[in-house]
């Protein structure tokens, strides 16, 4: 089974803080996308990467960066915490032979920015 | 742009009625589709998926028809139970880098 981990389920943080995200596939997957999760708003793409050490942004790129050293680790940066930057944040990995059609998710870290 | 439209919820359902989750979508070209569900505390599990129209995709007794005339890809399911409950989103490949674009989602409860 395709196996997607995100290091933490809940994280508080302070507004201004940096904060890492991260995400690990364990299927060899070429393909890793961060979204947000929102009440109302569904999900939203912020980053994919197609390959290691690329990166391509998404619907709302705006106060995240992002980083992908290795194949299977995808790390999502709020280089300075907002408030409305409070959500749940999920990863999701799918492979190039598949199309980037079926995409496998993590459990989710649900962030919270005070 | 491409975009995915889903009824809102939550649906309150008891258990053994019968399920419809609308969801209908525009796109350029042809997409696949597919429902994916989120169950309380958790991520996204894909539920179906069809690729081209007429398919119908089908899993845990749910299913949904690819429907091209209407653009349609509706979510049924027969006879539900509580284990059912969870939030269930609508999406299809699209948008300029051919990724996935989901509805809001639908929050469906069962009760006993």
């Known amino acids: 089974d395709v196996k997607v981990t995100q290091s933490s389920r809940y994280l508080v943080k302070r507004t201004g803080e940096k904060v890492f995200l991260e995400c690990v596939q364990d299927m060899d997957h070429e393909n890793m996308f961060w979204y947000r999760q929102d009440p109302g708003l569904g999900l939203r793409l912020i980053y994919f990467s197609y390959d290691v050490k690329m990166k391509e942004k998404g619907d709302i790129p705006e106060g995240y960066s992002v980083s992908r050293e290795k194949k299977e680790r995808f790390s999502l940066i709020l280089e300075s915490a907002s408030t409305n930057q409070t959500s749940m944040y999920l990863c999701?990995?799918?492979?190039?032979?598949?199309?980037?059609?079926?995409?496998?998710f993590g459990p989710g870290t649900r962030l919270t920015v005070l | 742009g491409d975009s995915v439209t889903q009824m809102e919820g939550p649906v309150t359902l008891s258990e053994e009625a019968f399920l419809t989750i609308n969801c209908t979508y525009t796109?350029?070209?042809?997409?696949?589709l597919f429902w994916y569900v989120q169950y309380p505390g958790e991520g996204l599990q894909l539920l179906l998926k069809a690729t081209k129209a007429d398919d119908k995709g089908s899993n845990k007794g749910f299913e949904a028809t690819y429907r091209k005339e209407t653009t349609s890809f509706h979510l049924e399911k027969g006879s539900v139970q509580v284990s059912d409950s969870a939030v269930y989103f609508c999406a299809l490949t699209g948008g300029s880098q051919g990724n996935l674009i989901f509805g809001k989602g639908t929050k469906l409860s069962v009760k006993p």
């Open positions: 796109a350029t070209g042809y997409p696949s």
């Open positions: 999701a990995s799918s492979s190039t032979g598949e199309g980037t059609d079926t995409q496998y």
